[in-house]
């Protein structure tokens, strides 16, 4: 995957009940994959996107948050922290893979296959911006920054 290409088209349930589906995206769009619901980092990565979620809907840009948890997690997820915006649930870890983000990590010496927490933001179809690997700390606000200034 690289920026400035056609980001790969996907379908995924979503906890508004109905399938999200890229293709009817029209403009802009800020996709950031997770590995857990309810874990720290989790926690703090989508309650940072949530303090901004106004702020990126004014300058017109969706956003949507995605891992391999089911909808019931996801459900769970978005009403314990009051998640304004979609989470979806790739289970089969399918649509990780299309876009590179489900690999090798490694934790406390032991290598194994996870989600690579990564932000990709989208205009039109095209990949623009891809964050991989991302610290949690100040992320948000970074990706928020880049998005209002974008041209």
Not at 23 to 46: H, M, Q, R, S
Not at 55 to 74: A, P, R
Not at 95 to 112: A, C, D, L, N, V
Request: aromatic content about 14%.
């Amino acid at each position: 995957m690289k920026e400035n290409k056609k980001a790969p088209s996907f379908k995924l349930p979503s906890t508004s009940k109905i399938n999200f589906d890229l293709k009817n995206i029209k403009g802009k769009l800020l996709i950031y994959f997770y590995p857990k619901d309810d874990t720290p980092g989790c926690t703090i990565e989508t309650k940072d996107f949530s303090k901004l979620y106004k702020k990126f809907k004014k300058i017109k840009c969706e956003l949507v948050g995605i891992s391999k948890d089911s909808l019931e997690s996801h459900e769970k997820f978005k009403k314990k922290y009051k998640v304004p915006f979609e989470l979806l649930s790739d289970i089969d870890i399918k649509i990780q893979k299309k876009y590179r983000i489900w690999g090798t990590k490694s934790f406390m010496g032991k290598k194994f296959l996870g989600t690579i927490r990564s932000t990709i933001f989208i205009d039109k179809g095209k990949i623009k911006k891809i964050w991989s690997n991302v610290r949690v700390k100040d992320h948000a606000q970074e990706v928020y920054e880049f998005v209002k200034s974008y041209k």
